[in-house]
């Protein structure tokens, strides 16, 4: 998973306390693993890439004016319907978008969109 764009994984037996550290440690760039679990002999080399340190424009990344638009609003947790209603789109045309921008950043969820606007660091300003 580490390879697909995970920054980390947190056993479900985690305290509290364990749990916020370890997000605490992916929000700060690092990779997070249980003590005493090393990488999975399956992993290849390719280090994942931590989150950006500095935002990128979603023009950098390939996305246009509107598909950035409907990005944000899913990273804002809505769903097509509501993208559609707050954009005067149908919603059809909405997940039209949502497939252009999940080809753009190489994902093939939402939650996997999330995760690459995270790493990427796009920054929504411009997109509004």
Do not use: C
Not at 13 to 28: C, D, H, M, N, Q
Not at 108 to 116: E, G, I, P, Y
């Amino acid at each position: 998973m580490l390879n697909l764009g995970a920054s980390g994984f947190i056993p479900k037996a985690f305290s509290g306390e364990a749990l916020l550290s370890a997000v605490r440690a992916v929000l700060a760039g690092n990779i997070f693993r249980p003590s005493g679990q090393s990488a999975a002999p399956t992993l290849d080399a390719e280090t994942p890439i931590p989150p950006a340190k500095n935002g990128v424009r979603p023009d950098e990344v390939g996305l246009t004016e509107r598909q950035a638009q409907v990005l944000a609003l899913m990273v804002r947790g809505l769903t097509n319907r509501d993208i559609a209603d707050q954009l005067g789109l149908s919603e059809g045309t909405v997940k039209i978008h949502a497939t252009a921008v999940f080809k753009t950043l190489g994902v093939s969820s939402r939650t996997q969109a999330l995760v690459a606007v995270a790493r990427y660091g796009i920054d929504f300003e411009s997109a509004f």
